[in-house]
T-cell receptor, first 113, second 112 residues
Framework: DADVTQTPRNRITKTGKRIMLECSQT?????MYWYRQDPGLGLRLIYY???????NKGEISDGYSVSRQAQAKFSLSLESAIPNQTALYFC????????????FGPGTRLTVL | DQQVKQNSPSLSVQEGRISILNCDYT??????FLWYKKYPAEGPTFLIS?????DKNEDGRFTVFLNKSAKHLSLHIVPSQPGDSAVYFC???????????FGTGTRLKVLA
């Protein structure tokens, strides 16, 4: 089983709709992250969380919110989706002591019409 | 303002030859650097990292070089294999922040 899972894997929605992307991990990491990938722009950090009570904004948090329901779960919400939020979204965990690497989920492809 | 830059969007290399992927950064506070590989329809996977106390780190066919004065790092893959064809991202961080800034990626194609 995958260590970091994301649901859904693909989603098409309409402008103005509320969307939630979910992430679960079995690695036992405290740190979790949400990124979006756009062509030519690489991966940009949306939000990150170092534990259940610690939520931080990343580079591009406007239009997004997050919830850390448990150590293993970190969800990303688009309160009112707009077309320029069409992107590939990745959840990641890691950055633990002894190693700085992150472990990524398979991604969610979101299309906002 | 792009703090981490990968100026080559794509690179083609013949199988068996060396692949060199480059990355530049502007923030002098960065002291930890990572490379990730990404295949289509998958998330990025960690490849190799280097701390600023070193100028070289090797792991099998992969070597990362860091030139702090030039704020430049490079990933060498020797010999290149068709399975190395992927998008490669470099990322930078400041120790203790656990926050990572990624470059825009370089698509490597290894020709058989």
């Amino acid at each position: 089983d995958a260590d970091v899972t994301q649901t859904p894997r693909n989603r098409i929605t309409k402008t103005g709709k509320r969307i939630m992307l979910e992430c679960s991990q079995t690695k036992g990491h405290d740190r979790m992250y949400w990124y979006r990938q756009d062509p030519g722009l690489g991966l940009r950090l949306i939000y990150y969380s170092f534990d259940v009570k610690d939520i931080n904004k990343g580079e591009i948090s406007d239009g997004y919110s997050v919830s850390r329901q448990a150590q293993a779960k970190f969800s990303l919400s688009l309160e009112s989706a707009i077309p320029n939020q069409t992107a590939l979204y990745f959840c990641a965990t890691g950055g633990e002591r002894g190693g700085g690497e992150q472990f990524f989920g398979p991604g969610t492809r979101l299309t906002v019409l | 303002d792009q703090q981490v830059k990968q100026n080559s969007p794509s690179l083609s290399v013949q199988e068996g030859r060396i692949s060199i992927l480059n990355c530049d950064y502007t923030n002098s506070m960065f002291d930890y650097f990572l490379w990730y590989k990404k295949y289509p329809a998958e998330g990025p996977t960690f490849l190799i990292s280097i701390s600023s106390i070193k100028d070289k780190n090797e792991d099998g066919r992969f070597t990362v070089f860091l030139n702090k004065s030039a704020k430049h790092l490079s990933l060498h893959i020797v010999p290149s294999q068709p399975g190395d064809s992927a998008v490669y991202f470099c990322a930078a961080s400041t120790t203790g922040t656990y926050k990572y800034i990624f470059g825009t990626g370089t698509r490597l194609k290894v020709l058989a």
